[in-house]
């Protein structure tokens, strides 16, 4: 939630920084304005009015006493409370209404951000070279079903289009990733969260899913109550409501958090015809690295992640670059984006396989949660982060494209070895 006074101090900005990101919000910011209005001119005039109650009611036994005609005062009394209920009401819907559209107001770009879309996006860095072939490659889908890795037509059979199932192989090379991942984030200090994945709305709504996204996600209703849970649909959005509504010490910031889970999204739409296989899926696996951070230290904070997402890819010996996304490429929710972007030779391109977003202050306000000072006892907002280290999903094709050899077979990378009892190659059966 972007502040309200930076919105009232100067909106124009506000307005073009959202025109940058593509979004025009111009209207609502104009409207977010009149009902700030609104609010706290109702609030005025309701606690007047509550001050003269109070004051008129402690005058009434002293002029009972001095046998003074109270009727009129109770008849003020009377139009004071119907008044005091009829503000009440109102502030009641427009504080709804202006909940919900601060809510819908998407973060503002850095200042540092090319304006519009993808076409604006700066690769920063390259590493390593792409990979070439002295032979026909084998698209991802052929090698993992000659291979016995990945059983793509059982795995429709029990969950519908959009699903697949590991065999063999397959599922320990999946769990292999993930272990390195998560010996990495071990060894650079971080904390191991598993997070339940079923989440409350609230979750969605301090990560900034909702409520504008909230028809990619998988709902759950409550058969017991009115509640309604949703899937996870990524673990960002468990781990920026882990202190939801609480206030922490300075010194326990930086809190470093990564967590695995599988993340369930709805993918809706046609897929292009290069996408078939694992890239797209409503289910894939991912580790989250996430951060709270005191305001002054989210910088650092952000190269930390993505250098620790380029190592992630640099072990297993890809060939990747990394782009900082213009404002419009940036999801509503951050401030900025860097992707780490890996070929997947089928896909003739480069495809994302780790984001890595500052979202500032924005999930914290959502989420009311902050820090004190320990010199002043000042009360802030904390800045919040994350970035996938990594999503198994397009790293597991881009590993068996990449790595194949003329004879179907996959050469394992090096760092995933120990995981699979000092297997080197995968050969088919």
């Not at 899926?281 to 190269?303: C, I, L, W």
């Not at 997947?344 to 984001?355: A, R």
Request: aromatic fraction near 8%.
């Amino acid at each position: 939630m972007i502040d309200i006074k930076r919105i009232k101090d100067d909106p124009n900005y506000v307005k073009a920084a959202l025109r940058a990101k593509e979004v025009d919000c111009d209207e609502q910011v104009d409207r977010i304005l009149e009902l700030d209005a609104q609010r706290r001119s109702l609030i005025a005039e309701t606690e007047a009015m509550k001050a003269e109650q109070n004051k008129v009611s402690k005058d009434i036994p002293r002029l009972k006493k001095a046998g003074e005609d109270v009727a009129p005062i109770f008849k003020r009394m009377g139009e004071l409370k119907t008044n005091i209920s009829e503000n009440d009401a109102k502030l009641r819907d427009v504080e709804a209404e202006y909940r919900t559209a601060m809510l819908s107001l998407p973060n503002l770009p850095d200042p540092d951000l090319k304006p519009g879309g993808k076409e604006n996006n700066e690769p920063l860095r390259y590493y390593g070279e792409p990979h070439k072939f002295d032979f026909e490659p084998k698209h991802h889908v052929d090698l993992c079903t000659d291979l016995g890795l990945i059983d793509y037509d059982r795995g429709t059979k029990l969950a519908g289009t959009g699903f697949w199932m590991y065999t063999g192989m397959g599922a320990r090379l999946e769990w292999a990733l993930l272990n390195y991942f998560i010996d990495c984030h071990l060894a650079d200090g971080y904390e191991m969260i598993i997070p339940p994945l079923m989440l409350e709305y609230q979750c969605g709504e301090t990560a900034g899913q909702f409520p504008k996204f909230a028809d990619e996600v998988y709902k759950i209703a409550n058969p017991t109550d009115d509640r309604i849970h949703y899937m996870l649909p990524t673990a960002e959005a468990a781990l920026a409501s882990v202190y939801r509504n609480e206030i922490l010490s300075e010194k326990d910031l930086p809190k470093k958090f990564f967590s695995y889970t599988p993340c369930f999204r709805r993918e809706a739409g046609s897929h292009r015809a290069d996408e078939r296989g694992m890239v797209r899926g409503h289910q894939f696996n991912k580790v989250e690295m996430f951060q709270y951070t005191r305001p002054e230290d989210s910088d650092a904070a952000f190269d930390e992640l993505v250098a620790k997402a380029e190592n992630l890819v640099k072990g297993l010996g890809f060939h990747f670059r990394t782009v900082k996304l213009a404002a419009g490429d940036c999801s509503a929710s951050m401030c900025r984006t860097y992707d780490i972007e890996i070929q997947i030779p089928s896909m003739n391109g480069y495809k994302e396989v780790s984001s890595v977003s500052n979202a500032r202050d924005y999930q914290a306000r959502r989420g009311n949660i902050r820090f004190r000072r320990e010199e002043t006892g000042k009360i802030e907002f904390v800045h919040t982060l994350n970035g996938s280290g990594l999503a198994t999903s397009r790293i597991f094709p881009a590993m068996v494209e990449q790595n194949q050899r003329a004879d179907g077979s996959v050469v394992v990378p090096e760092v995933l070895r120990k995981y699979l009892g000092g297997l080197e190659v995968i050969e088919k059966k």
